[in-house]
């Protein structure tokens, strides 16, 4: 038995935050209430004065490098490190090798989160076979076997034939396509945005459009085929228009965008600093802007990490040659407090609805509050706490986080999953 | 000084630093003897991972005027194809004792790279589309030598602005001295955000006239199959600078280019042979400026403390 005294619980924007005892008994909420009897023989008591308490988060991408690479990341390290930052609930995209794309690399995926992660881990299915672009992957098998999603993430489906027939075949086993949105004839041979960093250090650019022109392509082709649409790293103010439109047309289209886009821009890069190098590349001040107001209205519907983890020897090397992508897991939540609570006023409550309820709803899971005969999946947040972070203190097996050095304000204290608490105090215990 | 990588971080008092010495270096190649022994005991050496004899001759030619000990490495039959990368020859070179390491790359960003990761000093000898600090030297110094001033000048450059760090290192140089700077170029090669530092003209004729200097950037042939340009006739026509512009400048106008030239696609051999054509002289004041460069990057009391 757990008891958390004096939770201040959030659990979504709607409902009030109400301040009370939880008791967990075995994986589940007991009871939620006043004053709940202490009983020190058989209960863990931890305080939770001033502190919040929310549900657990779920990151619809992130890539967790097994099979293939594991030497930037395998899915025990992956997991602790999604644990570390509150996420109890992650999807892995296929990116692997060899590449998630058929039945028994979804059951293999499934049986070593179950043997060596202690949090959910849910595989997304490629959409192509080879993420070649060419041919469609068994989605259906893939899907029986447990994908929640498709996607060819890190590459885009440039074959509009292949992504329209990708949207109209995934209708019948009600499965989303993520959609990687990447002009790659626009995008070729670029290392950061198209703009004024480039135009300042020399580093060839990335067009704004190679990612708004596909997000438009397959807007229209989810308007087409009424296929439910995901577009995932939204990273510019066009795109933003884009999904508002789209929305405002009544296509099944659902969009996410990560931490690193609302809070940094470009300016990252001067330097040379390769950590800042990610795809789509971080843009500018108005996009920042654009997104942050996309979050606001809905129009963006949640945040994913990302979370792209790489070997030092893939980034202490010269520009070109170092690998797309920051490691995202164990800051999400700080950086969205930070940027978006305490630069941006927004309800604490939305941020659960951008980790939670949101990312949830889009792979068909329901949300899993804080309530009396819920499932004990929860942190407790401290949201005063200042810290910078360091290399010393990410739990990811890669150090490559594009927030290294930053100050963050809230940190995720304690996650509790199934009723086990899995990081208590910042300690991980799993 | 430890290092030069680029002229956007160097300070006002720093470039005239490098210019005043390197007046007194040029000097010493007049003379009949060109040995001085400030570089004695020391090593330097080059490491170009693009071709450019002119630039590794100048710099080797430098360093050798200044008694230094000066090893080239070829790439091609060096490390890279053994799959050494970077930093591991960054590694070597620090075992091997050199003090001074000249590098060309074609990424930007690379002698920044070295720098971080290693102990000697990194002169950046042009670096992808970012800088080419040196070549933009001896462009000021050419400059101030024949108009006697490098401030309140205007300036045009003209060309592939966008993949020319030549372009780069002359526009944070000479944006630091008071000049107008107006670029013109194909608009495939005009960077955006370029207005900030620089006025963008709208033909080559507003470009060049009333101008104190011009400045002419090399275009590689190899964009037209990128549709950057369309052919070098055409390039010519509009974009050169042949005997038609000539109308628009004046006789004492300093015409630049940094060379090599690709006669009578950006320039003609006529309009080089012009008295007000600095080209060959640019070559032989790089020499000197080089000198400069080395010396304070060798020296203590640098420039970068
Ligand atoms: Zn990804």
């Known amino acids: 038995m757990i008891l958390i005294k004096n939770a201040q619980i959030v659990n979504s924007i709607h409902d009030k935050n109400e301040k009370a005892d939880i008791l967990i008994v075995d994986d589940k909420i007991e009871k939620i209430g006043i004053n709940i009897e202490e009983n020190p023989d058989n209960m863990i008591i931890i305080d939770a004065s001033g502190k919040y308490v929310m549900p657990s988060f779920t990151d619809i991408h992130c890539h967790l490098r097994e099979p293939g690479f594991e030497y930037k990341e395998d899915i025990k390290s992956g997991s602790r490190a999604a644990l570390a930052g509150g996420f109890t609930t992650i999807c892995c995209m296929p990116n692997t090798n060899p590449p998630i794309d058929n039945r028994a690399m979804i059951a293999y995926i499934k049986y070593r989160a179950k043997e060596v992660s202690p949090i959910e881990v849910l595989p997304v299915g490629a959409i192509t076979k080879g993420l070649s672009g060419e041919e469609l992957a068994e989605i259906g098998f893939m899907k029986e076997e447990g994908a929640i999603a498709i996607s060819d993430d890190g590459k885009c489906v440039m074959n509009a034939n292949i992504m329209r027939n990708a949207l109209l075949y995934s209708k019948d086993f009600s499965i989303p396509v993520i959609s990687h949105c990447e002009d790659s004839n626009l995008s070729e041979g670029g290392q950061i945005n198209l703009g004024y960093v480039s135009t300042i250090t020399g580093l060839r650019g990335i067009p704004r459009e190679a990612e ?151 792979i068909g899971l329901s949300p899993n509050v804080i309530k009396e005969g819920k499932k004990a999946n929860l942190v407790i947040v401290d949201l005063k706490k200042k810290w910078e972070v360091k290399e010393d203190n990410i739990v990811s097996k890669s150090k490559n986080s594009v927030f290294l050095g930053k100050l963050l304000t809230s940190y995720v204290e304690t996650v509790i999953y199934n009723g086990k608490i899995l990081k208590k105090d910042g300690v991980l215990n799993c | 000084m430890k290092h030069l990588l680029g002229l956007r971080e160097l300070s006002k008092e720093d470039i005239i630093k490098i210019l005043n010495l390197a007046k007194d270096m040029k000097t010493i190649l007049k003379s009949e003897t060109k040995k001085t022994p400030h570089l004695q005991g020391y090593s330097v050496v080059t490491l170009f991972y693009e071709n450019s004899t002119r630039t590794r001759t100048s710099f080797e030619l430098a360093a050798k005027f200044m008694s230094a000990n000066t090893t080239s490495i070829s790439v091609q039959t060096s490390s890279v194809q053994k799959g050494e990368s970077l930093l591991d020859t960054v590694k070597t070179l620090e075992a091997l004792k050199t003090d001074v390491l000249i590098v060309r790359h074609s990424v930007s960003g690379v002698p920044h790279f070295i720098a971080k990761n290693c102990s000697f000093s990194v002169i950046n000898a042009g670096d992808g589309m970012n800088e080419h600090p040196t070549q933009a030297l001896l462009d000021m110094f050419t400059i101030r030598e024949r108009l006697g001033t490098i401030e309140r000048l205007k300036i045009a450059i003209i060309g592939d602005i966008l993949h020319s760090r030549v372009a780069r290192s002359n526009i944070w140089g000479l944006s630091k001295f ?126 970068y403390r």
């Open chain 2, 178 to 303: 008071d000049n107008q700077i107006t670029v013109f170029g194909p608009q495939t090669l005009i960077p955006p955000y370029i207005e900030n530092f620089a006025y963008v003209a709208s033909s080559l004729e507003e470009a060049v006239s009333g101008k104190d200097v011009v400045i002419d950037l090399r275009i590689q042939l190899e964009r037209q199959k990128r549709g950057f340009i369309t052919s070098k006739q055409e390039y010519y026509k509009f974009y050169g600078l042949n005997e038609d512009i000539m109308r628009y400048i004046s006789g004492s106008t300093l015409i630049m280019h940094p060379g090599p030239v690709n006669r009578g696609v950006e320039i003609s051999s006529e309009v080089m042979q012009l008295p007000n054509s600095t080209i060959d002289e640019q070559v032989t004041n790089g020499i000197a400026v080089r000198m400069a460069v080395l010396y304070l990057c060798t020296r203590k009391e640098g420039i």
């Open chain 1, 212 to 362: 708004s022109i596909i997000v438009a392509r397959d807007i229209l082709l989810a308007k087409e085929t009424k296929a439910h649409l995901h577009i995932t790293h939204v990273s510019t103010k066009e795109s933003v228009r884009l999904i508002k439109i789209a929305k405002e047309w009544g296509v099944n289209v659902t969009a996410d965008t990560c931490p690193h886009y609302i809070s940094l821009t470009e300016e990252e890069v001067l330097g040379f600093n390769t950590n800042a190098k990610v795809n789509p590349p971080l843009r500018t001040q108005e996009d920042v802007e654009a997104l942050i107001e996309g979050l606001k209205e809905g129009v963006i519907d949640c945040i994913s990490t990302d979370h792209a983890p790489h070997h030092k020897d893939e980034k202490n090397v010269e520009f070109n040659l170092a690998a797309s992508g920051t490691i995202g897991f164990e800051t999400a939540f700080s950086v969205l407090f930070t940027y978006l609570v305490e630069k941006n006023g927004f309800d604490i409550g939305k941020i659960v609805e951008l980790l939670h309820h949101n990312p949830r709803k889009i």
